[in-house]
């Protein structure tokens, strides 16, 4: 079985420029998490989809960050501007389960660690 | 919203000794992961537990998750230096569906 796939691996740019993650999860799985982890701290959940519709994002600073998951498969996040705090990993993850509260586990890929100067 | 505490923050043993990490909630929970990554990595899922007063054992690895439901603990039997990582618990984060909250995490380092 494939993994949740991430790119790119990493990313360097100037503050207030605009950057974009790429995630495509396991195949079949509905829910979908973008997680922000800056360094020395747990993961911190931006967006959660379940298929193409956002189930939660009430910790996404939506003055600059944007996500979407179209046709509920691949999905992207987008920063702009990028600041120097959003340096960090962003890790997205896929689990199975339509609308269970926790019944399985969630397979992250592999981060973008982005930063930013 | 809901919060996972974790403590301690930082835990560093000899190889041979135990480890210990704990995780508390206000609220209670439906149920709790753990997840572990290793430097560099990303999370990998370990287990979950769903009863109250819940025991699970992986080897040497051993998770509890309280009577109330509201703390959860994971204890490693002399530790290796393959168990060098932040283990995390993680717990559904409010009335969302499948919503993921991760604690801080304990950085567990081992001195061979």
């Known amino acids: 079985e494939a993994g949740v796939a991430q790119s790119p691996r990493y990313k360097i740019i100037e503050k207030r420029q605009s950057v974009a993650f790429w995630c495509n999860p396991i195949?079949?799985?509905?829910?979908l998490y973008w997680y922000q982890q800056i360094l020395g701290q747990g993961p911190k959940l931006l967006i959660q989809?379940?298929?193409?519709?956002?189930?939660?994002d009430s910790q996404l600073p939506k003055d600059r960050f944007s996500a979407e998951r179209l046709k509920g498969v691949d999905s992207t996040l987008k920063i702009q501007p990028a600041k120097l705090e959003d340096s960090a990993v962003y890790l997205c993850?896929?689990?199975?389960?339509?609308?269970?509260?926790?019944?399985?586990?969630?397979?992250f890929g592999q981060g973008t660690r982005l930063t930013v100067v | 919203g809901q919060q996972v505490m974790q403590i301690p923050q930082y835990q560093h043993v000899q190889e041979g000794e135990d480890f210990t990490t704990y995780c508390n909630s206000s609220?209670?929970?439906?149920?709790i992961q753990w997840y572990k990554q290793r430097p560099g990595g990303h999370p990998v899922f370990l287990i979950q537990?769903?009863?109250?007063?819940e025991v699970k054992k992986q080897k040497r690895l051993t998770f509890q998750f309280g009577e109330a439901k509201k703390n959860s603990s994971l204890h490693i039997t002399a530790t290796q230096t393959t168990d060098v990582g932040t283990y995390f618990c993680?717990?559904?984060?409010?009335?969302?569906?499948?919503?993921?909250?991760f604690g801080q995490g304990t950085i567990l380092t081992v001195h061979p």
């Open positions: 993850a896929s689990r199975q389960g339509k609308g269970t509260r926790g019944n399985t586990e969630a397979f």
């Open positions: 195949s079949g799985h509905a829910t």
């Open positions: 989809f379940q298929n193409n519709g956002v189930v939660d």
């Open positions: 609220t209670t929970l439906s149920n």
């Open positions: 537990l769903v009863k109250s007063g």
């Open positions: 993680a717990g559904p984060g409010g009335t969302s569906y499948g919503k993921l909250t």
